[in-house]
């Protein structure tokens, strides 16, 4: 028996960067009274509370006491306080602004060459390149772009795999992977879903056999792909409609 289960965010619990259907909502609050659950996703921790917390169906304090919040790939962990009523950060590992600086250089300098900076798409105010403390994460069309325009960029990740290698020809000192559905995430080594799922074990004093993890880019060079290579027992979902099949059916049989 399993006793946590783990979620990459985008396109694996919603439609990427969208806030959650309201059946995922009710699924995770059933197994939060059997499972600790634990999102782990590229994304701030605002985006946490916008896209699943506030999605949840009148959760008691109980039950949010089970579900752990690994943002930034886990690179900050936060957690609910049933006392303060309120969500708490335990850790948060960021990069430095060195590595901010030429992380942004490097992503920039890469896609304008391969004509893959699309500046003229973007809506006011958006920007193609963030700085989310523990990563910095590339989105093409911007963070405000529309879902149908975001899948239509780059449905066969050509396009990210491209600004990849050219990113890690310019600085091989950090890790590019490619996620959601437009977006790359520079991090420095490690820090990516093994270095979460490794605090994740410590934190949750659990086991890596303990762990039932769901993703959608869980092939090599995926931003799930680091919590396969780990060993951990991993289910590979085409989107959230998967996910809450595969969710049915665990909370049947319990
Ligand atoms: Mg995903």
Known sequence: MKKVLAFDIDQTLNVA?????????????NCLDYFEVCPISGQKFDQFLIQIVDRLPNPTPAQLSHLHLF?????????????????????????????????????????????????????????????????????????????????????????????????????PEFDYEIGGTTSINAITPGMNKEFGMTHLLEELNVKKEDILYFGDMTQPGGNDYPVVAMGIDTITVRSHEDTAFALRGILGVL
Do not use: H
């Open 71 to 171: 943002v930034a790939q886990g690179t900050q962990y936060y957690k609910f306080d049933t006392e303060k009523n309120d969500w708490v950060q335990i850790y948060n590992y960021p990069l430095t602004e060195e590595q901010v600086a030429k992380i942004s250089e490097t992503i920039e300098k890469s896609a304008r060459e391969l004509g893959f900076w699309e500046e003229d798409k973007l809506m006011e105010g958006d920007e193609i390149i963030e700085n989310r403390l523990s990563q910095v994460t590339f989105s093409a069309l911007g963070q405000k772009a529309g879902t149908e325009a975001k899948y239509a960029w780059d449905p066969d990740c050509k396009k990210r795999e491209k600004i990849v290698k050219r990113c890690k020809e310019l600085a």
């Open 17 to 29: 960067k969208t806030p959650i259907t309201d059946e995922i909502g009710e699924l995770l609050v």
